[in-house]
Structures are given as C-alpha cells and as structure tokens.
C-alpha cells in the first residue's frame, strides 16, 4: 500500500502563494508520474500539473505561468507552489501518484486525501 499525505493548504488573498507538499511512503513501489488535481465545489474534478519522473512538467491553461510543480524522488515528494492567486483557484487539491509495484506491469493511481485551498479578501 502507498500512502499519500499532503500539507500546505490554506487561506490565502488574491496575489499571495502557498506551497503544496505531497510525501508518498510505501514499500514495493515504484513511481513514475506525480501530480495535482483539483475540485472546486459542484464541479468536476481536473488536472491541474504533472511532471514526469525525469523532470518534464505539464500544466492545465489556466494555470500556466502563475503554478510550478516540482518533485524529489528522493523523498518521493511532490510540490506545487502556486503564485498569483486568484480567487478561482479556490478549490480542494488532491495529489496524485502513478506507478507499478515491483513484479508487476499494472499501472495503479493513488490520490492524496485532499487539501483546502482558499483564495479570499
């Protein structure tokens, strides 16, 4: 079993940064992708960041330029620093986790527990 456990969150003013952190622990685990997601209340969960295990890293239009995400495989941990926030960004972040345990071929997602993030005046 992989367990994810995320910190970070909070409330924050429109303009102001906060840093995700998200640590994977477990045995027999290999990870390959990292990643975050988020969920706005009433709406549908999306994709907001990715990054490889090599360092290449994806974002969603709506927070390019404004969201980095990065990782330490050393500590299987993953970050998102987020910058220039926007009240729109309000929502619960969840991160994410892709791989294959050791002997096998089926790739298996694991979703942190989630974290609020709040963009208020």
């Known amino acids: 079993q992989v367990q994810l456990v995320e910190s970070g969150g909070g409330l924050v003013q429109p303009g102001g940064s906060l840093r995700l952190s998200c640590a994977a622990s477990g045995s027999r685990f290999r990870i390959n992708h990292m990643g975050w997601y988020r969920q706005a209340t009433g709406k549908e969960r999306e994709l907001v960041a990715t990054i490889t295990s090599d360092g290449r890293a994806n974002y969603a239009d709506s927070v390019k330029g404004r969201f980095t995400i990065s990782r330490d495989n050393a500590k299987s941990t993953v970050y998102l620093q987020m910058d220039s926030l926007k009240p729109e960004d309000t929502a619960v972040y969840y991160c994410?986790?892709?791989?294959?345990?050791?002997?096998?071929?089926?790739?298996?997602?694991?979703w942190g527990q989630g974290t609020q993030v709040t963009v208020s005046s």
């Open positions: 994410n986790v892709d791989g294959n345990y050791v002997l096998s071929i089926t790739t298996v997602f694991y």
